[in-house]
């Protein structure tokens, strides 16, 4: 049964509101391990209310995710620079469908409303020499749309902050949310493209937990793999062939574009017809 409801959605598409309102339940069936996040410390105090209960949600996508040519991918959004509720841009959090439909919007919108775009600045400088960008309007000349998703979904502290919190916790999430990427995927159903940068964790990449997360179709023809930047191709997802690229560098470092070099671009416009 999971093999026809995985066809049906590669074939037909799975809404975004789908998949946050699904991710939700499933963390409210099993609990567990949003229970030791917050025990623990991995969101912000601000974020959870006197009885430690969550006031923030998962955050899916920065972007046009449906419409989106290319995907960029990092590990997980980080809540320093997020504020949720009344007079903020992210809505307050309500168990309804109303509060799905509203936090679909704000990430579609995200772009569009010029959200953290200091932070974004690095990842859209290289999407400009792939005719690209993560903003629709006020610039007609881009050709390709791109959107942002994560490896995990939930808005934590930084990266840093958790993994001295417990490393092994941080790890704990990243595999198990991890399994939920196809899901992403099956809903950018226009993307060919994946841009990687970072790491996942302090001894692996987001590379890494990328490939681990689609083990049944793989990952082939990948070049350098010695280097910290790294061009493959060859995951066969539905009917797409989707190709990409790797930095071990992440775009808070000016590394990032000099990864990017030029061999890289002319790879990645090849591959997505521009040349």
């Known amino acids: 049964m999971f093999d026809l409801i995985l066809y049906l959605e590669l074939s037909l ?4 509101e789908t998949y946050l309102s699904d991710f939700i339940n499933r963390e409210s069936a099993d609990g567990c391990l949003d229970y030791k996040m917050r025990k623990q410390g991995f969101y912000r105090a601000e974020h959870c209310n006197c009885n430690n209960q969550r006031n923030l ?5 920065f972007g046009q995710l449906e419409t989106a040519d290319i995907l960029t991918l990092g590990a997980n959004p980080s809540a320093d620079g997020m504020h949720f509720g009344e007079n903020n841009y992210w809505p307050e959090w309500n168990n309804d469908d109303l509060a799905i439909r509203l936090i679909c919007q704000c990430c579609c919108g995200y772009f569009d409303n010029n959200q953290a775009v200091r932070w974004f600045g690095r990842w859209n400088s290289i999407l400009e020499q792939l005719d690209a960008s993560y903003y629709s309007i006020g610039d007609r000349r881009k050709r ?9 979904p939930r808005p934590t502290r930084s990266m ?4 001295n919190i417990s490393a ?17 995927l099956t809903i950018a159903g226009n993307a060919r493209c994946i841009l990687i940068a970072g790491t996942a964790s302090r001894s692996t990449y987001v590379f890494d937990a990328f490939r681990k997360a689609f083990p049944a179709w793989g990952v082939a ?3 350098h793999p010695h280097s910290p ?6 995951l066969a997802f539905g009917q797409r062939n989707i190709g ?14 000099l990864n990017f070099n030029n061999d890289v671009r002319i790879h990645l416009r090849e591959q997505l017809g521009l040349d």
């Open 229 to 234: 930047s790294i061009l493959w191709n060859g």
């Open 57 to 61: 949600y998962p955050v899916p996508c």
């Open 221 to 223: 023809n990948i070049r």
């Open 13 to 16: 598409g799975m809404p975004l």
């Open 160 to 163: 840093r902050a958790c993994q």
């Open 168 to 184: 092994t916790l941080w790890n704990e999430m990243m595999t198990c949310d991890r399994n939920y990427l196809h899901e992403l």
């Open 244 to 257: 990409g690229w790797s930095s071990c560098v992440g775009p808070t470092f000016a590394g990032l574009n």
């Open 144 to 152: 390709l749309l791109a959107a942002h998703i994560d490896i995990s």
